[in-house]
């Protein structure tokens, strides 16, 4: 495994792609899978809450190598999501309204450009919000008590 000490966030982006990215492929599978075992609409949602728990614990643990979880965390999570679907919803509309009848290339191109800015956005509100290291914002004294015990 690559290791980039001097880049953390670099570091952690590339875990989260890779986190990302295998929770999309199998979720990808599963829907395939649950093909006519269920209604499409039941199918992709039931895929979506369970790729979104799923992701939430995987950037946790590997992506930003946090110890916070809870429903709060996956609440937050959701939401991001959430934001991240409506993105990638406008631009379609957007496309659409300009363009009435636009190509598939076109259409993907849009799709993913879309999904890349949101995907950046959210690794961001994720890295700097739900997953923040606790140690970076918990004030410590000046001087701890071994510390001035040790002066004297």
Do not use: K
Not at 26 to 38: I, K
Not at 49 to 76: D, I, K, N, P, Y
Not at 83 to 95: E, G, I, K, Q, S
Not at 117 to 132: H, S
């Amino acid at each position: 495994m690559i290791q980039l000490p001097s880049r953390p966030a670099v570091a952690a982006f590339a875990r989260f792609v890779a986190c990302g990215g295998g929770v999309g492929l199998a979720s990808s599978g599963a829907l395939v899978l649950l093909d006519g075992a269920m209604p499409m609409m039941v199918a992709n949602a039931l895929i979506t809450v369970v790729s979104t728990l799923l992701a939430t614990e995987l950037h946790g643990r590997v992506s930003f190598r946090s110890e916070r979880g809870g429903w709060r965390v996956h609440l937050q999570s959701a939401l991001t999501v959430a934001v991240c679907y409506a993105f990638t919803t406008a631009a379609l509309l957007a496309l659409h309204a300009a363009q009435a009848n636009p190509s598939v290339v076109t259409e993907q191109a849009v799709y993913l450009s879309a999904s890349a800015l949101a995907g950046i956005g959210r690794f961001a509100v994720l890295r700097a919000v739900v997953f923040a290291d606790d140690r970076r914002t918990r004030r410590t004294p000046a001087l701890a008590r071994t510390s001035v015990t040790m002066a004297a």
